[in-house]
């Protein structure tokens, strides 16, 4: 070929490849910088500035940024540091796999890290990152980090609302004798007001782990005498994912656990728990845990799924043997707390003080519970099961219920925080509960069964309150059966024997019916009706209470079993205040055979309604129907049963 052939046909490619030529001898990728600058501070919703950019393409492609800032957002002051600094950021991947939604990091070198983590005036925390919503339809990003190397890594963290001032270092070391490298995390300070220490230790090859050779986690952590033991290993750290791993909790309080990790746990005696840890769908799984808290044992499963608007703890959990005070932090007590004085320095006998309840809008939670027996000497329960539910800040109890031997006590609850106040709506069934159960431990004998069932709307702030303010019912009734010493020593009160005859009350006391029916509206306890029959006597108690003012006007009298036995015994007026009563006979003649009559049958025809509402068994109720017979009164017809 002549070279005038010859430029003729290459003449026409000389310029484009001169031009190409000359771009890679003058090319500055720096050119790139304001472009990746706003990408990224869009992605990440605050400024992101970058000193140097240098690419180098190739198989595998490096990426070397210096000088990386990440500033804190808006309504941050001018001059407070950024939320991060680092001095050089070098990424070794391939540039390929950007097309497929994939970022496989070969070696990622961090350099000089430095993290401010702040709050805002506004309380805003600026190490949250509000990062755009994802598409539906949009494919997600697979990242993969293998190996991590970081070098004099440094950070801090003030937060008010946190009551936390911590600072620490992050590092990578050197592998040793048939290891891999290590990635080290230290941490000092203070937390929630008390000393905060920790320590993390796992390797620094993060992704492309295989069965043979998972990820080793060693995470210690205490602060304010509470205890947090990890260990194990995982497949996949950064999904979290293929764990076998181990968390010992150890502490005084499980709320000091709730306060560092956001979460809504009540306060409780000291605990010591351990179990498996895994995450499954965004879900923290606490599973096949045991152990001790108080003196009661516990063993389940528990997870915090992580969703919006709070995340959804749930729970199930069951003791072989259960203390009740242990779990009156679940109803806003406080387990460590020493027990409060009969009377308050104002006399007063009912807890004035504000139920502490945990913080409710933290998350959502559902905890079923079943203890197998209840501990206490004086505890006539034998056995526990609850379901606790707090959805939106309402706390509801559906239901709770107590064993009694072949008895029960069926408790439900709502507590809804309104404000400043709390609004609480319960009711309780009593179901054949034996009397002597329901009696051991307070010194008192007796036989019999007794149901009935209560109801109670308030609101306040504590039980005093709550009791003041409300609204309800109390229905009892007991067939057959006796009382040995209850009626001798009244509520704990000096109520002898002398007091005891001058109504008519033998030392032991048989019962053929009790019958009662107290109503409260506003706060303000009524006697409807009550009547004791003891086969030789009514006994008979009307008056009330007053729970704003813990105020007592009540009268005990005797009533002869016909109109023509006589005259009334004397009666009995409990009156002054709930911590101080004052029981005195009234030794003045109360009337004549008439009267008794007229009293008598006055006061037996609403009980004759109020008998049908009380379940007996078969033949139970025969003495409560004798005793209106007697009064000749004839009930309503009980409904017929299959």
């Not at 891999?180 to 203070?190: I, T």
């Not at 008390?194 to 320590?199: E, K, S, Y």
């Amino acid at each position: 070929m002549s070279l005038a052939t010859f430029r003729s046909k290459a003449g026409p490619l000389l310029l484009p490849l001169l031009a190409i030529a000359l771009l890679v001898l003058v090319w500055y990728w720096n050119w790139f910088k304001p472009l990746l600058e706003r990408q990224a501070s869009k992605a990440l919703g605050r400024p992101v500035a970058i000193a140097h950019l240098h690419v180098q393409l190739g198989r595998q492609s490096t990426i070397k940024l210096t000088d990386l800032t990440l500033a804190n957002p808006e309504g941050f002051a001018a001059d407070a540091d950024p939320l991060a600094r680092i001095a050089q950021v070098v990424v070794q991947l391939q540039l390929k796999d950007l097309l497929d939604h994939r970022v496989q990091i070969i070696h990622l070198d961090i350099d000089q890290p430095e993290a401010s983590l702040r709050s805002g005036p506004d309380g805003v925390r600026n190490w949250q990152l509000l990062l755009p919503t994802q598409e539906t339809d949009q494919k997600p990003w697979d990242v993969q980090i293998a190996a991590l190397n970081v070098r004099d890594g440094r950070f801090s963290l003030i937060d008010p609302a946190l009551k936390a001032q911590i600072s620490g270092s992050i590092r990578t070391t050197e592998a040793a004798v048939a290891g891999e490298p290590q990635l080290l995390v230290e941490a000092k300070g203070r937390y929630d007001s008390v000393p905060f220490d920790a320590h993390f230790a796992g390797g620094s090859v993060l992704s492309l782990r295989e069965p043979s050779n998972p990820y080793p986690v060693d995470f210690v952590a205490e602060t304010g005498g509470t205890h947090v033991v990890l260990k194990g290993t995982l497949l996949d750290p950064l999904q979290f994912a293929g764990a076998n791993l181990r968390l010992l909790l150890r502490g005084p309080n499980l709320a000091t656990i709730g306060r560092f990790a956001r979460l809504p746990l009540p306060n409780t005696p000291a605990y010591r728990l351990e179990g498996r840890l895994n995450v499954q769908d965004r879900s923290i799984l606490f599973q096949d845990f045991k152990g001790l808290m108080g003196e009661s044992d516990l063993a389940g499963d528990v997870s915090i799924k992580l969703q919006k608007p709070r995340p959804l703890m749930k729970g199930t959990v069951h003791s072989k043997q259960v203390r009740l005070a242990d779990l009156s932090g679940l109803i806003g007590g406080d387990p460590n707390s020493p027990p409060a004085a009969a009377a308050s320095g104002d006399g007063r006998l009912l807890p004035s003080s504000p139920i502490s309840l945990p913080r409710l809008q933290m998350a959502d939670v559902q905890l079923d519970f079943t203890g197998e027996s209840i501990q206490g000497d004086k505890l006539p329960f034998d056995r526990l099961a609850f379901k606790l539910s707090l959805d939106d800040g309402v706390m509801r109890l559906a239901p709770a219920d107590f064993g009694l031997g072949e008895g029960a006590l069926r408790f439900y609850a709502t507590l809804d925080p309104r404000g400043e106040q709390l609004v609480l709506d319960a009711k309780a069934e009593l179901r054949r509960v034996d009397i002597s159960r329901l009696m051991a431990g307070t010194g008192y004998k007796g036989s019999g069964r007794i149901g009935g069932f209560a109801a109670l709307q308030g609101k306040g702030r504590s039980a005093a309150e709550l009791l003041a303010s409300g609204n309800g019912e109390l229905k009892l009734a007991m067939a057959g059966g006796n009382f040995s010493s209850l009626l001798l020593d009244l509520a704990g009160l000096d109520f002898g024997n002398a007091t005891l005859s001058a109504i008519g009350i033998t030392p032991r006391t048989e019962v053929r019916c009790l019958v009662s029916d107290f109503g409260l509206h506003d706060g303000q306890l009524s006697t409807r009706n009550f009547l004791l029959d003891t086969g030789n006597t009514n006994l008979v108690l009307d008056g009330g209470a007053n729970f704003k003012d813990e105020s007592l006007n009540l009268r005990l009298r005797t009533l002869p079993k016909r109109a023509n036995i006589g005259r009334l015994k004397a009666p009995i007026h409990i009156r002054g205040s709930f911590a101080k009563p004052s029981i005195k006979p009234d030794l003045v003649d109360v009337g004549t055979r008439a009267a008794a009559a007229v009293v008598l049958g006055t006061f037996l025809t609403p009980l004759a309604a109020l008998l049908p509402t009380l379940q007996f068994s078969p033949g139970e109720d025969r003495d409560c129907k004798a005793m209106l017979a007697e009064a000749e009164i004839t009930p309503p017809p009980q409904p017929k049963t299959r």
